[in-house]
């Protein structure tokens, strides 16, 4: 009778143990991904504004790392500040459009957008060496868009979706 309840006692405490592992786990799991979290308008804003501040920074340091690169003076050169621009650009009509719709979830195709360019410049930095820190900006450009893409549900930068 003690045997029993001994093997009783320890299976339920293994079923307990097993059974709280897999909830932190889980938890752990949504809170790291960021997606499926609804967030507020407000909180929304707040990555938007970083996004548009690290862009910014970004697009300064990348214009002086080109004209210190090989890519200097070249058509090159030219198309990939232009994407930065076009980036900056679509960052602050992101966030105009925002300011100006009632709902957060209304500025889909613009984040889309931002994304497409984002990935553009994402590919070239991965192929050119342009100094620690435009890298350095580039990889809090990256993960800022990467956190308002997990809020839009959209795939991250450097994803095969983006042309």
């Known amino acids: 009778m003690r045997k029993n309840l001994l093997k009783a006692l320890v299976g339920f405490a293994a079923v307990v143990m097993i059974l709280g592992l897999a909830d932190v786990s889980f938890g752990q799991r949504n809170r ?8 507020t308008k407000a909180q929304v804003k707040v ?5 548009e501040d690290r862009v910014d920074n970004f697009k300064s340091n990348y214009d002086k790392s080109l004209d210190r690169s090989r890519l200097n003076g070249s058509s090159r050169e ?3 500040m232009k994407r930065a621009k076009d980036l900056e650009s679509a960052t602050d009509e992101l966030s105009r459009e925002f300011d100006r719709r009632d709902s957060w979830s209304e500025n889909k195709e613009e984040v889309r957008r931002c994304l497409n360019i984002a990935t553009d410049i994402d590919r070239n930095m991965r192929n050119y060496n342009f100094g620690a820190t435009t890298e350095s900006n580039w990889a809090k450009v990256r993960y800022e868009l990467n956190t308002l893409a997990d809020v839009y549900n959209l795939a991250r930068v450097g994803s095969s979706v983006y042309k």
């Not at 790291?32 to 967030?39: F, N």
């Not at 990555?47 to 996004?51: A, D, E, G, L, T």
């Open 32 to 39: 790291r991904e960021g997606r499926g979290q609804m967030k």
């Open 47 to 51: 990555i938007i504004n970083r996004v």
């Open 78 to 80: 030219d198309w990939l």
